[in-house]
């Protein structure tokens, strides 16, 4: 007999392997990933969802530890939204400064502040038609700041889908859940394949995975937690689904 997991032995006939079919390894593969990242699944310290938020855009071009780095003085500066407003740009470009883009986060934060004080009384609000409305914030925050700040509310919302980052976009043509490289077709895809309540945290998990083991570069398939399901895993001799030569990172 064939074996089709590419490890040596038979499998059992009920048995998932990394051949097995998308539809039944993906919601395995979260499930998995969900138990070992699931507790505290996002590393941008934060308290509460308007913390979240600012710390969401100001991760854009940079590194959670920076961020953390910053927002750990920045959030005592700063409590609402109005403090923001309150400020000069040069002086709220100086506290981004480290982040990296600080005039474009400047604004955009500025924006995001002015927008909740006009429209939701200061409050973020806890729908994804009402985030993505907020200037610069796309589809991607939203889903990660519903998701990780209120996922009841992400459960229950029609809009709400699943963050696609270059972690996640990596991952899921690795796992062999999509071909696609668009962020709103793998998201779609995306969302065919797993049961709608592991959308809320099932990126923030992929993209743990994705900075800790299935790194861009030399993956540490030898380490994976979910090596026997990935058609990608270089620990059994398979070949990258990714496509890192098209310049996938
Ligand atoms: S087996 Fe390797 S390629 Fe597959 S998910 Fe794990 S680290 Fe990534």
Not at 16 to 26: F, I, Q, S, V
Not at 28 to 50: K, N, Q, S, T
Not at 132 to 139: E, M
Request: net charge neutral; with cysteine.
């Amino acid at each position: 007999m064939i074996d089709p997991s590419g490890n040596g032995a038979p499998p059992a006939l009920h048995e998932l392997t990394r051949r097995g079919p998308k539809a039944r390894r993906a919601p395995v593969i979260v499930d998995r990933l969900l138990a070992e990242y699931g507790e505290d699944p996002v590393e941008l310290d934060h308290d509460g969802v308007f913390q979240l938020l600012v710390a969401t855009i100001l991760s854009a071009q940079s590194t959670d530890k920076k961020v953390n780095e910053v927002t750990k003085t920045l959030f005592a500066k700063y409590r609402e939204p109005a403090d923001y407003l309150a400020v000069q740009d040069e002086e709220l470009q100086e506290d981004l400064r480290p982040t990296g883009f600080f005039r474009q986060k400047t604004k955009a934060l500025k924006g995001v502040c002015a927008a909740l004080l006009e429209r939701y009384d200061g409050e973020v609000p806890l729908r994804i038609a009402d985030l993505i409305s907020l200037p610069g914030v796309a589809r991607k925050t939203a889903n990660v700041v519903l998701g990780e700040a209120a996922p009841e509310e992400h459960l229950a919302d029609p809009d709400a889908g699943i963050a696609v980052d270059t972690h996640v976009k990596r991952l899921s043509r690795r796992l062999g859940f999509t071909r696609q490289v668009d962020p709103i077709r793998i998201e779609r895809d995306m969302m065919n394949l797993l049961p709608k309540q592991q959308w809320p945290r099932a990126s923030l998990v992929i993209i743990l995975h994705g900075r800790r083991v299935c790194v861009a570069q030399r993956p540490r398939c030898g380490d994976c937690l979910i090596e026997d399901l990935c058609p990608s895993s270089l620990a059994a001799g398979r070949r990258d689904l990714a496509g890192q030569a098209r310049g996938l990172g």
